[in-house]
């Protein structure tokens, strides 16, 4: 035994004093040369998250949430490779990311400090009308999205909404108060079993400490899509889009869904419903004093000078897609100066938002007036130019085309 042990330890003083080769010191050297190079990439890392302010910190972090998101969200969505609608979303979300970055908003939630990120603008191949960001500046269309806006001026309202979620640091608020409510759940189920609870009252205590939970988090949600919505309006009144593309884009939104199964979510309510939202962002325009021309921004019906087709020198009022009034030369009044005036006085009024409630027909003598004044008068002449068509007639088709446009006018804004 003793002689065993003698063996092996000479065997290991042995391999412990042979010379190492050449090989074995290069092998020896490259490692310590990467164990050198980890330690100064951990070093300079350790003296850079030094040298960074709290609020750098914090940028960092979210960029770092907002790199990992995105990488999982693109794991599981195609992205739309066509370049004209990237370039389309690219361009109106740099302008809008530009003011962000430079321009310090009121927070009615989250946090108005300023960070200075590089946002990226991606859509995303899915046909539901949504849009989402990530912290750190990622913010992804979806392609349903843009079939739904009607216009630049919307899709900008909706980039603007997305980027006050970013700017304004909203995850990162919710973050904050979840850990909050997390801690005092703890400390709740901590007092129960330390009261000697039964298992039962600990498990009622558990569920309704969650729903309360859910429903002051979906409060907090609710909080942060109010100040996204007010945040851009604000960016949108300094960029070159109509601030008015938010209004008809959540107008458009709350019709939708009263054709919808209505539910009730009560306290898992993440979002104000659009019909809420809607009113409060029309009150901020009006704060603001921007004009609500609700058709600059929309596809909504215009009126529209047309020379006839079939008759020379004839011209006409047409309005929603369809005719509305042949005129007539009168009194040295030529055709086109007729029409060409009804359709002028048809869309002021339907730029200032007339209603149904604002036209008047009269039958003696044939007109159409709006707010007190008068729109068209059918004459001898114009009974003479679309006969067998009678005044009546020729009234009636007027008012019908008129009626047909304010109608779905009034249902674009029902909420």
Same mark, same amino acid.
């Given at each position: $035994?003793?002689?065993?042990?003698?063996?092996?330890?000479?065997?290991?003083?042995?391999?412990?004093?042979? =010379?190492?080769?050449?090989?074995?010191?290069?092998?020896?050297?490259?490692?310590e040369e990467k164990t050198a190079v980890k330690e100064e990439k951990a070093a300079?890392?350790? #003296?850079?998250?030094?040298?960074?302010?709290?609020?750098?910190?914090?940028?960092?972090?979210?960029?770092? &949430?907002?790199?990992?998101?995105?990488?999982?969200?693109?794991?599981?969505?195609?992205?739309?490779?066509?370049?004209?609608?990237?370039?389309?979303?690219?361009? /109106?979300?740099?302008?809008?990311?530009?003011?962000?970055n430079e321009t310090e908003v009121h927070a009615h939630y989250g946090s108005p400090?300023? #960070?200075?990120?590089?946002?990226?603008?991606?859509?995303?191949?899915?046909?539901?009308?949504?849009?989402?960001? $990530?912290?750190?500046?990622?913010?992804?269309?979806?392609?349903?999205?843009?079939?739904?806006? &009607?216009?630049?001026?919307?899709?900008?309202?909706?980039?603007?909404?997305?980027?006050?979620?970013?700017?304004?640091?909203? $995850?990162?608020?919710?973050?904050?108060?979840?850990?909050?409510?997390?801690? &005092?759940?703890?400390?709740?189920?901590?007092?129960?079993?330390?009261?000697?609870?039964?298992?039962?009252?600990?498990?009622?205590?558990?569920?309704?400490?969650?729903?309360?939970? /859910?429903?002051?988090?979906?409060?907090?949600?609710?909080?942060?899509?109010?100040?996204?919505?007010?945040?851009?309006?604000?960016?949108?009144?300094?960029?070159?889009?109509?601030?008015?593309?938010?209004?008809?884009?959540?107008?458009?939104?709350?019709?939708?869904?009263?054709?919808?199964?209505?539910?009730?979510?009560? /306290?898992?309510?993440?979002?104000?419903?659009?019909?809420?939202?809607?009113?409060?962002?029309?009150?901020?325009?009006?704060?603001?004093?921007?004009?609500?021309?609700?058709?600059?921004?929309?596809?909504?019906?215009?009126?529209?000078?047309?020379?006839?087709?079939?008759? =020379?020198?004839?011209?006409?009022?047409?309005?929603?897609?369809?005719?509305?009034?042949?005129?007539?030369?009168?009194?040295?009044?030529?055709?086109?100066?007729?029409?060409?005036?009804?359709?002028?006085?048809?869309?002021?009024?339907?730029?200032?938002?007339?209603?149904?409630?604002?036209?008047?027909?009269?039958?003696?003598?044939?007109?159409?007036?709006?707010?007190?004044?008068?729109?068209?008068?059918?004459?001898?002449?114009?009974?003479?130019?679309?006969?067998?068509?009678?005044?009546?007639?020729?009234?009636?088709?007027?008012?019908?085309?008129?009626?047909?446009?304010?109608?779905?006018?009034?249902?674009?804004?029902?909420?």
């Amino acid at each position: $035994m003793a002689a065993a042990l003698g063996a092996l330890f000479a065997l290991t003083l042995c391999a412990a004093t042979i =010379p190492a080769t050449s090989s074995e010191k290069e092998a020896g050297a490259a490692t310590e040369e990467k164990t050198a190079v980890k330690e100064e990439k951990a070093a300079a890392k350790k #003296a850079s998250e030094k040298a960074l302010t709290p609020e750098e910190r914090a940028a960092e972090t979210e960029k770092k &949430q907002g790199r990992e998101a995105s990488a999982e969200l693109e794991k599981q969505y195609k992205l739309v490779k066509d370049e004209a609608v990237n370039a389309r979303v690219e361009r /109106i979300g740099k302008e809008l990311a530009k003011l962000a970055n430079e321009t310090e908003v009121h927070a009615h939630y989250g946090s108005p400090k300023i #960070a200075k990120f590089d946002y990226v603008f991606k859509v995303l191949d899915d046909k539901d009308v949504n849009a989402l960001s $990530m912290p750190g500046g990622f913010v992804y269309i979806n392609k349903g999205l843009l079939d739904y806006v &009607q216009s630049d001026d919307e899709l900008a309202a909706v980039i603007a909404h997305e980027i006050a979620h970013i700017s304004h640091h909203h $995850m990162q608020s919710l973050l904050k108060e979840q850990s909050k409510l997390n801690n &005092q759940i703890a400390v709740a189920l901590l007092a129960a079993i330390v009261a000697k609870g039964s298992a039962g009252d600990v498990g009622n205590l558990m569920m309704g400490a969650q729903m309360v939970q /859910i429903a002051r988090l979906n409060g907090y949600s609710r909080q942060a899509e109010k100040d996204a919505d007010m945040t851009a309006i604000a960016y949108l009144a300094m960029s070159k889009s109509n601030p008015v593309g938010i209004l008809t884009f959540m107008e458009r939104l709350a019709r939708d869904e009263v054709a919808r199964p209505a539910i009730e979510w009560g /306290i898992y309510q993440t979002h104000p419903y659009p019909a809420e939202r809607s009113r409060d962002i029309l009150d901020e325009l009006r704060k603001r004093n921007v004009p609500i021309d609700r058709r600059a921004v929309t596809t909504a019906a215009m009126a529209e000078l047309k020379k006839s087709e079939n008759k =020379p020198d004839v011209f006409e009022a047409w309005v929603g897609g369809a005719k509305m009034f042949e005129a007539a030369a009168v009194d040295g009044q030529s055709s086109e100066d007729r029409a060409k005036a009804i359709v002028e006085k048809l869309n002021m009024l339907l730029n200032s938002g007339v209603s149904l409630r604002d036209i008047r027909r009269t039958t003696d003598p044939p007109a159409i007036s709006a707010r007190g004044e008068l729109l068209l008068q059918v004459t001898e002449a114009d009974a003479s130019l679309s006969a067998p068509m009678t005044a009546a007639d020729i009234l009636r088709e007027a008012y019908n085309a008129l009626y047909r446009t304010l109608v779905e006018q009034d249902l674009q804004q029902v909420y």
